[in-house]
């Protein structure tokens, strides 16, 4: 019996989703596993901001699906649905029809104007790329055009800058604008003091999942940097160029920013199934709708219960955790198995403003500043180790790191301290000459004997392992081991010398060879060889220390002048290349 799975949408929870499908049906040749998105790429909607306030490029931001799940049974269709038929369980786009057994609605959300008039016409959201880059365009046209006009009135709406509202996405924008119009005034010669920027929130007080300490903080640090931070009062509309409180107060500005918060998209609102008053489809606590069995909600989409009668707030690890719950529940639907409740575990969140400064509460740690922000880059890499795989965690990271790099702050300046390679070929000079002194190493082993005579590793031997400042834990490790088997470990160490020297020589497994460089560096520092430094000469060190770190450098750095270049690209696509049932599967689901 063939099961066709349909996960309807590639944002953080279709993508868990559909991972989560294939780990678990990977040996189960009946099923098929598609997502179908209106783009080919995922998209990283909770760095949107830094798009727009021009930190990093928006392609940092999109990741390819193709990329993510090539090598899994998942199939890519792009391709944008506006019909389902729940009754004959088919997805219609203005092409094509698909039809499903089991069908994941994650089509994600859409900004609420929480019925504030104006919004539509006059102030500009941030809940996708192409609102990133309106915001981004339209901020450097405000700026080119003060410093053109002669009207006083109109320079200062033109250089005022206002946000409503004061969650996670209204501060994350603020604290892109503190420093890129701090850029730009000294860039256009416009005095920083000119420029106003606001941020409004009808609570009583900004970021209100944070407790009053953190809150107080990122307040504190949004005013000293020249932010007029208002709370307590609605916005009551908005009109051309004009902000208007409950309270009557009124700010002229060319640039209004919508961020007062988020419900179901259109299509989920409209599908016909039973929604609740934020447009998200009721679902049961397997995620199921109340309308249709086989047909879950998740993320955004969907009214999923939580604690004391609550909704699941609309984040990150809501969405991957409903996620993953919605497709292990049709698995165990098709293996016969029980289905699983939710059950969220929400681990905390973090809140940049700028790229220097954030404020986090995760697992019960308040933080602030650089060990904040070194948290939150710290998620967001893990997440691209999550979505990336053995397959491609490290150029998803190594990219992250990159971008984050080019820009102001001090944890990205650290990121960009390990991932420039503007001078990486230089390095061509020293990988060659350590994999010549391993190489050499080595054969002076082999022209000694190491591979025939168990001679060299035994206790009191010229070459035993162990010297004069050796470590005691490792002096018990070598007599309890390595002494009992002389002769495998010499061929060991001989045959793992030559193979380092000509994995860097060559740049075939460079990162391999350095670290193993690196293996046999801190080995002979246990073994106390040399002194691990010198009480009769201040800072002179063991030379193995400088061998040590000249390894470290090393990692990663095959692509330059080196086989790994060719060989790394070539073995990925060996090791995880396409499946060949997946366009089968496809036909299953594509109706003719």
């Given at each position: 019996m063939s099961n066709n799975i349909i996960v309807l949408g590639a944002g953080y929870g279709g993508v868990a989703a559909a991972q989560t499908l294939h780990k678990k049906l990977k040996k189960h040749p009946d099923s098929t596993i598609t997502l179908i998105d209106r783009n080919s790429y995922h998209t990283l909607l909770t760095e949107l901001h830094e798009v727009a306030g021009n930190r990093i490029e928006e392609d940092a931001l999109k990741i390819d699906l193709e990329r993510i799940f090539s090598s899994t049974k998942v199939n890519i269709i792009q391709d944008e649905i506006?019909?389902?038929?729940?009754?004959?369980?088919?997805?219609?786009?203005?092409?094509?029809?698909?039809?499903?057994?089991?069908?994941?609605?994650?089509?994600?959300?859409?900004?609420?104007?929480?019925?504030?008039?104006?919004?539509?016409?006059?102030?500009?959201?941030?809940?996708?790329?192409?609102?990133?880059?309106?915001?981004?365009?339209?901020?450097?046209?405000?700026?080119?055009?003060?410093?053109?006009?002669?009207?006083?009135?109109?320079?200062?709406?033109?250089?005022?800058?206002?946000?409503?509202?004061?969650?996670?996405?209204?501060?994350?924008?603020?604290?892109?604008?503190?420093?890129?119009?701090?850029?730009?005034?000294?860039?256009?010669?416009?005095?920083?003091?000119?420029?106003?920027?606001?941020?409004?929130?009808?609570?009583?007080?900004?970021?209100?999942?944070?407790?009053?300490?953190?809150?107080?903080?990122?307040?504190?640090?949004?005013?000293?940097?020249?932010?007029?931070?208002?709370?307590?009062?609605?916005?009551?509309?908005?009109?051309?160029?004009?902000?208007?409180?409950?309270?009557?107060?009124?700010?002229?500005?060319?640039?209004?920013?919508?961020?007062?918060?988020?419900?179901?998209?259109?299509?989920?609102?409209?599908s016909g199934l039973a929604t609740d008053r934020a447009n998200r489809i009721k679902v049961n606590k397997y995620l199921q709708t109340e309308d249709y069995a086989n047909v879950y909600a998740i993320g955004d989409n969907a009214a999923a219960p939580w604690d004391d009668d609550q909704i699941l707030p609309a984040l990150v690890e809501s969405a991957q955790q409903t996620g993953e719950c919605a497709a292990k529940n049709i698995v165990a639907e098709i293996k016969g198995d029980s289905k699983e409740e939710l059950d969220p575990n929400l681990h905390g969140v973090m809140v940049s403003v700028g790229s220097s400064y954030a404020v986090a509460e995760v697992m019960g740690l308040s933080l602030t500043g650089i060990p904040a922000?070194?948290?939150?880059?710290?998620?967001?890499?893990?997440?691209?180790?999550?979505?990336?795989?053995?397959?491609?965690?490290?150029?998803?990271?190594?990219?992250?790191?990159?971008?984050?790099?080019?820009?102001?702050?001090?944890?990205?300046?650290?990121?960009?301290?390990?991932?420039?390679?503007?001078?990486?070929?230089?390095?061509?000079?020293?990988?060659?000459?350590?994999?010549?002194?391993?190489?050499?190493?080595?054969?002076?082993?082999v022209r000694d004997g190491w591979l025939t005579s168990a001679d060299y590793l035994v206790s009191g031997a010229s070459a035993s392992p162990i010297g004069d400042y050796a470590v005691g834990w490792y002096v018990w490790l070598n007599e309890a081991i390595i002494f009992k088997f002389p002769l495998f470990f010499q061929i060991v160490v001989t045959l793992s010398m030559i193979g380092i020297g000509i994995s860097l020589i060559f740049g075939l497994f460079a990162t391999l060879g350095a670290l193993g460089s690196v293996g046999f560096s801190i080995n002979f520092l246990l073994a106390g060889q040399y002194a691990h430094w010198s009480s009769d000469y201040p800072g002179h060190f063991s030379p193995l220390f400088w061998f040590l770190f000249a390894s470290i450098t090393l990692i990663g750095s095959g692509r330059s002048f080196g086989l790994d270049y060719y060989v790394l690209p070539w073995l990925k696509n060996k090791i995880w290349s396409r499946p060949k049932n997946k366009d089968q599967d496809l036909q299953k689901v594509v109706k003719k």
């Open positions: 506006n019909n389902i038929d729940f009754e004959n369980q088919t997805l219609s786009s203005e092409e094509h029809q698909y039809t499903y057994d089991y069908l994941i609605m994650g089509a994600g959300s859409k900004p609420s104007h929480c019925g504030v008039e104006g919004v539509a016409e006059h102030a500009f959201t941030l809940w996708s790329m192409d609102d990133a880059n309106s915001i981004k365009k339209h901020v450097e046209k405000c700026m080119q055009e003060a410093r053109m006009t002669d009207d006083p009135a109109k320079r200062k709406e033109l250089l005022s800058f206002a946000v409503a509202g004061g969650g996670f996405t209204g501060v994350e924008m603020v604290g892109e604008l503190i420093e890129w119009l701090d850029e730009y005034s000294k860039e256009y010669n416009i005095p920083r003091n000119e420029i106003e920027i606001y941020n409004f929130e009808g609570l009583d007080q900004i970021l209100p999942n944070l407790s009053d300490e953190l809150v107080e903080k990122a307040m504190n640090y949004m005013r000293d940097n020249g932010v007029n931070v208002k709370t307590g009062e609605f916005v009551d509309k908005i009109e051309k160029n004009k902000i208007i409180l409950n309270d009557g107060m009124e700010v002229n500005a060319e640039t209004i920013i919508w961020t007062c918060g988020v419900e179901a998209a259109d299509f989920a609102a409209n922000m070194f948290m939150k880059h710290s998620v967001n890499m893990f997440y691209r180790f999550e979505i990336g795989g053995i397959k491609e965690t490290y150029s998803l990271i190594t990219e992250y790191m990159k971008e984050q790099a080019s820009h102001k702050g001090l944890l990205p300046q650290l990121f960009g301290f390990v991932s420039e390679t503007s001078r990486s070929l230089w390095l061509v000079l020293l990988r060659i000459f350590v994999g010549i002194m391993w190489l050499y190493e080595g054969y002076t082993k």
